[in-house]
């Protein structure tokens, strides 16, 4: 925890003064380390959520939040995928940013399981209930992960959930609206939850395995 905690004041500190270079070599130092995917993606989820809660305290301008999540997602797109594992046999496997186009966590995510050695078909951001569907029957989509922002995407899930009725597709669902209440993802009938990729890869390993 020190660790993570040591990290994350230095990459806040980073991107507040818009010193990419600095974010990068933070990037660099943590991938150095044992168990740099989950690091990376504990540090980065850290570091946003205190920008997110200073700029509602009135503390930050936007703009720094943005160039905050604009920072890291280059970075992570840069340099999460640096090293690949042999793939995995699993079923098919698709990640998506469920009604909104906050693509971060997504990122986050996706590069963790790529590197993991896990094949999945990226499937996009600000897919309505019927897009979604769709794109799932086209692909032949058995695990969904789900990256939400806002409350009323997640509580729309259960909605997708009905129209997946009968096509046998396991639902894994992430972000926000989860990390407040830890039961919603049970009231909106996901398969489960996780809070960072180290979470996603041990589900994902589990169900991968009850699917066979």
Known sequence: MERLIFYSNKLEHALLTLDREHAEVIFDEIIRLDSPIEMIGEVVSMTL???????????????????????????????????????????????????????????????????????????????????????????????????????PSALHIKDLKKKLEGKDVKIIVGGAPFRFDSNLWKEVGADAYGSNPAQAIHIISQIAEELK
Request: glycine share 10%.
């Open 49 to 151: 959520d205190r920008v997110g809660v200073a700029w509602e305290e009135g503390r930050l301008a936007l703009s720094q939040v943005y160039m905050s999540g604009l920072i890291c997602e280059e970075l992570i797109g840069k340099k999460m995928v640096w090293q690949k594992s042999e793939k995995i046999n699993h079923p098919k496997m698709g990640i998506a940013v469920f009604e909104d186009y906050h693509m971060l966590g997504k990122r986050i995510v996706y590069s963790s399981l790529v590197s993991r050695g896990f094949e999945l078909i990226d499937l996009g951001g600000g897919l309505s209930i019927d897009e979604l569907v769709e794109k799932v029957d086209k692909e032949k989509i058995r695990i969904l992960l789900l990256s939400v922002l806002m409350l």
